[in-house]
Nanobody, 118 residues
């Protein structure tokens, strides 16, 4: 069964940077479309970035030009480099399987908290 573990969150000042990492298990990782979802306070979860098995990225307008998603299929890892952070980027960030087996898609990790504040 696929399991995901996020890390790298923290408190950062506006304009700062963070790099989130997602460790995955399972043998089918390289076939999955992976993504990062964000749940900001009072808002629904939204997909802010995704990357296909072939490495094609997608970004929500709110993060385009500031965030970069990447993956390393040899290490079963997904990353989210976040630059020029804004207070509205505050939230819990979840690494997700967006396209994969039902069990993998339905799995939720603990998430990692990102707080952007001066």
């Amino acid at each position: 069964q696929e399991q995901l573990m996020e890390s790298g969150g923290g408190l950062v000042q506006p304009g700062g940077s963070l790099r989130l990492s997602c460790t995955t298990s399972g043998s089918d990782f390289r076939f999955y479309t992976m993504g990062w979802q964000r749940q900001a306070p009072g808002n629904q979860r939204e997909v802010i970035a995704s990357i296909t098995s072939g490495g094609s990225p997608y970004y929500a307008d709110s993060v385009k030009g500031r965030f970069t998603i990447s993956r390393d299929n040899t290490k079963n890892m997904v990353y989210l480099q976040m630059n020029s952070l804004k207070p509205e980027d505050t939230g819990v960030y979840y690494c997700k399987v967006l396209v994969g087996t039902p069990a993998a898609v339905n799995y939720w990790g603990q998430g990692t908290q990102v707080t952007v504040s001066s």
